[in-house]
């Protein structure tokens, strides 16, 4: 069946610190794999997103890259800034159909 | 440009009552999304609106759940009768068209059935 799944549920970094979040999936067939982010008491919000065709996308300090091989997603956080403290998730989605989210990585950013 | 709207923020109410949630999505969104998101899990996707029409609701549970769009704009998700494990934040999100990845979501509702 399809599901999106994360490696780690926690994931504790320093301010100014490089993070890393994985992720890994099922479904062969998705044809995106989107980051959300998540802080306490709001819904989720989007980040970036990748096409399964490609292998790196870059954005404004985040960067996602794909593994189509290990079927393995991860989103790249430079410089973790104590505003990026949330829960993220990754998302599938195929064909407009719909979203699928994994069970979320909390990040939390030490100053 | 306004966010997904949605109301009430909190409802507690007691197991067999019960309940509705409503969602107004952002101006010009044809897709609108129902989800559940128990604490600690990621968001369970419950129904998929595109305008009025129905896209996917596999995972709604038809038996108690219930939702509509009528004008192909503002929706509502009814609980009834409610059961402790539906004890969770429903989320509503909207998204330009199917296929947009970016979906923006609303606060959501927190449900406590005691």
């Known amino acids: 069946g399809e599901s999106v799944g994360l490696h780690l549920p926690t994931l504790s970094v320093q301010e100014g610190d490089n993070s890393i979040i994985n992720c890994a999936y099922s479904?062969?067939?998705?044809?995106?794999f989107i980051w959300y982010k998540q802080e306490s008491g709001k819904g989720p919000q989007f980040i970036i997103d990748i096409r399964s065709n490609m292998d790196k996308r870059q954005g404004q300090r985040v960067t996602v890259l794909l593994n189509k091989t290990v079927k393995h997603l991860s989103l790249q956080i430079a410089a973790t800034q104590p505003g990026d403290s949330a829960v993220y998730f990754c998302?599938?989605?195929?064909?407009?159909?719909?979203?699928?989210f994994g069970q979320g990585t909390e990040l939390s950013v030490k100053p | 440009e306004a966010g997904v709207a949605q109301s009430p923020r909190y409802k507690i109410i007691e197991k067999r009552q019960s309940v509705a949630f409503w969602c107004n999505p952002i101006s010009g969104h044809a897709t609108l999304y129902w989800y559940q998101q128990i604490l600690g899990q990621g968001p369970k996707l419950l129904i998929q609106?595109?305008?009025?029409?129905?896209?996917?609701d596999s995972q709604l549970p038809k038996d108690r759940f219930s939702a509509e769009r009528l004008k192909g704009v503002d929706s509502t998700l009814k609980i009834q009768p409610a059961k402790l494990e539906d004890s969770a934040v429903y989320l509503c999100?909207?998204?330009?068209?199917?296929?947009?990845?970016?979906?923006?979501f609303g606060q959501g509702t927190r449900l406590t059935v005691v």
């Open positions: 609106f595109q305008n009025n029409g129905v896209v996917d």
């Open positions: 479904n062969s067939a998705s044809d995106y």
């Open positions: 999100a909207s998204s330009l068209d199917r296929g947009n990845t970016e979906a923006f």
């Open positions: 998302a599938e989605t195929h064909q407009g159909g719909k979203l699928i």
